[in-house]
């Protein structure tokens, strides 16, 4: 749909981080999942999710999931909204090449550059087009709410918002035609990778669950529901088991497996989401940005793009609009 056409005035991509799609929906009815044993909640240690782990995670990797217990918020999203179950991270690797894909649909790493990344990015520094620089072109806002990988790109770098600054804006009316959305490590579901970060209770995905549904509260409180998309998605696969075998699409430059990474969930909360719906369309993170494009109008950014879905069978904009989660 154009932008001169759609109801969907908001997109909304909310990024938690290193879950699978068996590690959380595996045993979600409808669904390509399989049960395995429940996990710790927090678990006791983050997995080896690097491109290397990822190129032996049918043998190394840990085959255990979060029953729905843990997680009811994203269940009943799923039960009420959309859940896609062949949706892939765009690199066989960790967070930042990922969180590059949701940005820009491209990434010249496979894996995380040196160490102290997020809290110092860059180099590399990359200067090439994105969804912002589209936007911007588009005359249409957006708004980095905590994502530290706006700060690899030269156009995005230095307009970083805190991620309570989200509500904030929603409040005010103030919300941008896109949004990313990120919240601190304690409640962004990844795994410890310290004693500290446990003491501080991250990794529990019952508290980043009531995160997430504390933002989307938000969105329905402003008065925004009748016009949003909001996309729940986990950066990479976080060194967990799934049983689906990703797509060969691109190759890294050693030959081993660049595109695509591993299979995570994707939530679609919108009034115009198909209800209880289970996608089976392969989508990618970069299909996130094909909808943004389709959405408001705007050119391919570059050949992934073009070449990929747009989210379109979750979507049913002649369905009477359904109401905002409770």
Not at 166 to 193: I, K, M, N, Q
Not at 281 to 298: D, M, P, R, W, Y
């Amino acid at each position: 749909m154009s932008t001169s056409s759609s109801p969907i005035k908001h997109v909304v991509i909310i990024v938690k981080e290193n879950h699978g799609y068996d590690n959380y929906f595996g045993a979600f009815p409808g669904g390509d999942g399989v049960t395995m044993p429940d996990s710790p909640n927090p678990p006791p240690k983050d997995p080896d999710h690097r491109h290397a782990a990822w190129l032996t995670r049918d043998t190394t990797a840990p085959r255990v999931e979060f029953p729905a217990k843990d997680i009811p918020i994203y269940w009943d999203y799923a039960q009420k909204f959309a859940l896609c179950d062949n949706y892939f991270t765009d690199v066989a690797g960790p967070s930042t090449p990922n969180h590059l894909m949701l940005i820009m649909a491209d990434s010249a790493l496979i894996d995380n550059p040196a160490t102290n990344y997020r809290a110092k990015p860059g180099p590399p520094i990359y200067d090439q087009p994105s969804l912002p620089s589209q936007l911007d072109a588009a005359g249409l806002s957006w708004g980095n709410y905590g994502g530290y990988a706006f700060e690899f790109i030269k156009y995005t770098a230095g307009k970083k918002k805190k991620w309570q600054d989200f509500t904030a804006d929603a409040s005010a009316g103030r919300l941008p035609a896109v949004s990313w959305l990120y919240s601190d490590d304690a409640l962004s579901e990844h795994p410890a990778d310290t004693a500290a970060q446990r003491a501080a209770g991250a990794g529990d995905v019952s508290k980043g669950s009531q995160w997430t549904q504390s933002q989307v509260q938000a969105v329905v409180a402003a008065g925004l529901w009748p016009e949003v998309a909001i996309f729940v998605t986990w950066d990479d696969w976080g060194g967990w088991w799934d049983h689906v075998t990703p797509p060969e699409v691109e190759k890294w430059t050693d030959g081993t497996q660049f595109r695509y990474g591993g299979r995570v969930g994707c939530l679609v909360l919108s009034p115009y989401a198909r209800p209880g719906y289970v996608s089976k369309a392969q989508h990618s993170h970069v299909s996130l940005i094909k909808f943004c494009e389709t959405n408001f109008g705007l050119p391919s950014l570059n050949a992934r793009t073009k070449a990929s879905d747009g989210m379109e069978d979750c979507f049913d904009f002649a369905q009477k609009p359904l109401g905002p989660p409770q």
